[in-house]
């Protein structure tokens, strides 16, 4: 029966020290359905996910799957009741192959029960091959790029012949192409009778893949509905409980002298003679496909990875800019795409990481003002509207959007007046973006210049003033946003003539 009842939530509550994260929350899930689950950050998606998977216990309420009413109290049981999660941040062994990374813990072995390393790569090239995805399980996770290890994740799910399926931000790191190929896998597994439950800021995404969807907010259950009864905008104020006027906010910003220019870069085979420029109070987009380049170009403009030639000229000098320590002294700030690995130290708390850029500001002989740094880190915690119990907060401990939000408010505190975002709205909801978009829009309107790289073609078109578009490492393209259109976009990103 493809409209069995497989999985029912009632009454769920879940209680932490000083915070109610779910509060009589409901939820429901039918064979052979794609169940999106959605709400802006800190709604408690991810902390019922985590009592679903057994990593967090319920403080009260009734679990019923398959009939029989069941308490998960690990990981482990709830694999073995067929619950497979694919966490929005990845659970991979760099050091591992792909293929050992998807058998970790249930390794193929012969017959003497050794491990037999010819059937960990085969099994794992099918299910990669079914996934459509052209990744050799002989290689290091390591080597491999974002988007590239989310698939190994969905990989590695996918390998454990799950019944329930739980994908948390599943696309934020893919390609469409990478995307269409997760779909047609997603309906191939609906067709199998596999139930899913689907977490996703992207809302275009969710009618396209959902059936049914669930809102929660504030840790409350709100509703739920069939995806083709209910409007975008309905959705969105289901979520945010207030209207969005504008989903990309008009700017009123002057764009003012040149701030930063860089001319005939070069590093090894990744840049190719890159020139362009930036001004005060100027948006400026870099599109294109994965691996065109555009991180890339970022990392070099920062100092994380040197160039083999070309000159940056910021604020009409020329300089030289050898680590991120010089770049961010130049009043340069950089936004990792991976806020995990790279943008955040998540055993310190929210206070230290939005005060270290700036942490000479904060101290005197070596002695740290934490009156200063509280009251600094307070005005981005409000402004931002970070949800935390206190400004000690770990923050391996905040959603992942919120996360997203102290990486912003670091380079916010670090007074830069030179800004490259890369893929800064990713993980984070529909209300939280467009407080993402206004606050760029002040930025600017302060004189600030703003480099945004960005895999979402209609926020590069609602947010930026021009769009140069990267291929194989060369500036393809630059359009006026108002002039140009995502076709035009995707087609000088694929090489194909007359996009510009």
Same mark, same amino acid.
């Given at each position: 029966?493809?409209?069995?009842?497989?999985?029912?939530?009632?009454?769920?509550?879940?209680?932490?020290? &000083?915070?109610?994260?779910?509060?009589?929350?409901?939820?429901?899930? %039918?064979?052979?359905?794609?169940?999106?689950?959605?709400?802006?950050?800190?709604?408690?998606?991810?902390?019922?996910?985590?009592?679903?998977?057994?990593?967090?216990?319920?403080? @009260?309420?009734?679990?019923?799957?398959?009939?029989?009413?069941?308490?998960?109290?690990?990981?482990?049981?709830?694999?073995?009741?067929?619950? $497979?999660?694919?966490?929005?941040?990845?659970?991979?062994?760099?050091? =591992?192959?792909?293929?050992?990374?998807?058998?970790? $813990?249930?390794?193929?072995?012969?017959?003497?029960?050794?491990? !037999?390393?010819?059937?960990?790569?085969?099994?794992?090239?099918?299910?990669?091959?079914?996934?459509?995805?052209?990744?050799?399980?002989?290689?290091?996770?390591?080597?491999?790029?974002?988007?590239?290890?989310?698939?190994?994740?969905?990989?590695?799910?996918?390998?454990?012949?799950?019944?329930?399926?739980?994908?948390?931000?599943?696309?934020?790191?893919?390609? !469409?192409?990478?995307?269409?190929?997760?779909?047609?896998?997603?309906?191939?597994?609906?067709?199998?009778?596999?139930?899913?439950?689907?977490?996703?800021?992207?809302?275009?995404?969710?009618?396209?893949?959902?059936?049914?969807?669930?809102?929660?907010? !504030?840790?409350?259950?709100?509703?739920?509905?069939?995806?083709?009864?209910?409007?975008?905008?309905?959705?969105?104020?289901?979520?945010?409980?207030?209207?969005?006027?504008?989903?990309?906010?008009?700017?009123? @910003?002057?764009?003012?002298?040149?701030?930063?220019?860089?001319?005939?870069?070069?590093?090894?085979?990744?840049?190719?003679?890159?020139?362009?420029?930036?001004?005060?109070?100027?948006?400026?987009?870099?599109?294109?496909?994965? &691996?065109? $380049?555009?991180?890339?170009?970022?990392?070099?403009?920062?100092?994380?990875?040197?160039?083999?030639? $070309?000159?940056? /000229?910021?604020?009409?000098?020329?300089?030289?800019?050898?680590?991120?320590?010089?770049?961010?002294?130049?009043?340069?700030?950089?936004?990792?795409?991976? %806020?995990?690995?790279?943008?955040?130290?998540?055993?310190?708390?929210?206070?230290?990481?939005?005060?270290?850029?700036?942490?000479?500001?904060?101290?005197?002989?070596?002695?740290?003002?934490?009156?200063?740094?509280?009251?600094?880190?307070?005005?981005?915690?409000?402004?931002?509207?970070?949800?935390?119990? !206190?400004?000690?907060?770990?923050?391996?401990? =905040?959603?992942?959007?919120?996360?997203?939000?102290?990486?912003?408010?670091?380079?916010?505190?670090?007074?830069?007046?030179?800004?490259?975002?890369?893929?800064?709205?990713?993980?984070?909801?529909?209300?939280?973006?467009?407080?993402?978009?206004?606050?760029?829009?002040?930025?600017?309107?302060?004189?600030?210049?703003?480099?945004?790289? @960005?895999?979402?073609?209609?926020?590069?078109?609602?947010?930026?003033?021009? /769009?140069?578009?990267? %291929?194989?490492?060369? /500036?393809?393209?630059?359009?006026?946003?108002?002039?140009?259109?995502?076709?035009?976009?995707?087609? @000088?990103?694929?090489?194909?003539?007359?996009?510009?």
């Amino acid at each position: 029966m493809a409209n069995k009842l497989i999985l029912k939530m009632e009454h769920i509550r879940k209680q932490f020290p &000083g915070v109610l994260a779910l509060d009589d929350v409901h939820f429901e899930l %039918r064979k052979g359905e794609v169940h999106v689950l959605c709400g802006e950050n800190g709604a408690g998606k991810s902390t019922l996910i985590k009592i679903l998977s057994g990593t967090y216990h319920k403080t @009260s309420g009734q679990i019923t799957i398959f009939d029989q009413e069941t308490d998960i109290s690990n990981p482990k049981q709830a694999q073995e009741l067929g619950i $497979g999660v694919i966490y929005q941040e990845f659970n991979l062994i760099p050091q =591992l192959s792909v293929g050992e990374n998807i058998f970790l $813990g249930r390794e193929k072995t012969n017959q003497f029960g050794v491990i !037999d390393h010819k059937k960990i790569f085969n099994g794992a090239q099918n299910i990669l091959r079914d996934l459509g995805v052209d990744i050799n399980a002989n290689r290091l996770v390591k080597d491999l790029g974002v988007a590239q290890q989310q698939m190994v994740e969905i990989a590695k799910t996918l390998s454990l012949d799950a019944k329930i399926l739980v994908m948390d931000e599943p696309t934020s790191a893919l390609t !469409d192409r990478e995307i269409t190929g997760l779909f047609t896998m997603i309906r191939r597994l609906k067709n199998n009778g596999v139930a899913i439950i689907y977490i996703s800021h992207r809302l275009e995404e969710l009618f396209e893949i959902g059936d049914r969807v669930t809102v929660l907010r !504030d840790g409350k259950y709100i509703g739920t509905q069939k995806i083709c009864d209910v409007s975008k905008s309905e959705l969105i104020r289901m979520m945010v409980n207030r209207e969005l006027k504008a989903q990309y906010p008009k700017r009123k @910003s002057t764009i003012g002298k040149e701030v930063l220019r860089v001319e005939h870069l070069n590093r090894s085979d990744v840049l190719k003679n890159i020139n362009f420029s930036v001004h005060r109070g100027e948006i400026l987009g870099i599109a294109g496909l994965l &691996g065109s $380049g555009r991180t890339e170009l970022a990392r070099a403009i920062f100092g994380i990875d040197k160039i083999n030639s $070309g000159q940056i /000229i910021i604020k009409g000098k020329r300089r030289k800019i050898g680590s991120p320590r010089s770049a961010i002294n130049l009043g340069i700030g950089y936004l990792t795409e991976d %806020r995990k690995t790279q943008g955040l130290i998540m055993q310190l708390s929210l206070k230290n990481n939005i005060s270290l850029p700036s942490i000479k500001r904060f101290s005197r002989f070596g002695i740290i003002n934490n009156g200063a740094e509280d009251r600094a880190a307070k005005q981005y915690v409000k402004e931002l509207r970070i949800k935390t119990p !206190d400004l000690n907060q770990k923050v391996m401990f =905040l959603s992942g959007g919120n996360q997203q939000k102290v990486v912003f408010s670091k380079w916010l505190c670090s007074k830069a007046d030179i800004f490259i975002f890369d893929e800064p709205t990713r993980g984070i909801d529909v209300g939280s973006k467009v407080e993402i978009y206004q606050l760029m829009n002040r930025l600017t309107e302060e004189g600030v210049a703003i480099i945004m790289i @960005s895999s979402e073609l209609p926020e590069i078109l609602g947010m930026c003033d021009r /769009i140069l578009v990267m %291929r194989q490492g060369e /500036i393809n393209s630059e359009f006026l946003a108002e002039e140009t259109t995502q076709e035009k976009i995707l087609q @000088s990103a694929l090489g194909v003539s007359g996009a510009a």
